[in-house]
């Protein structure tokens, strides 16, 4: 019962994290629209972020995230290219992670 417990948190962090990833979209988004000129780069992270929401969002359910290391990796690259609030709902998943590993 503890690790069906467990997986379900990690299948919640995980959408939250996804469906999280689309305030730091808009503020680029925003930011692409408020800059005069050539800021193409503002457009290539919101299209980095928005298919870092997409691959945690249709992987959500996969049996990867049932280990620590491979959610780690996931919240390296949020706190890196995404943002820090991605960042702590995947600690709450890597959390959820390491207690079902325990057992």
Request: with cysteine.
């Amino acid at each position: 019962m503890k690790e069906q417990s467990a997986r379900k948190k990690i299948v919640f962090w995980l959408r939250v994290s996804g469906w999280l990833c689309l305030l730091p979209a808009a503020a680029w988004l925003y930011l692409f629209r408020i800059m005069i000129g050539r800021q193409y780069l503002f457009l290539i992270e919101v299209f980095l972020i928005v298919i870092f929401a997409v691959y945690i969002l249709t992987t959500a359910d996969s049996e990867r995230w049932q280990n620590p290391d491979n959610i780690f990796k996931l919240m390296m690259f949020a706190i890196i290219f995404v943002s820090v609030i991605d960042f702590f709902t995947l600690w709450f998943a890597y959390n959820a992670s390491r207690k079902l590993n325990k057992h």
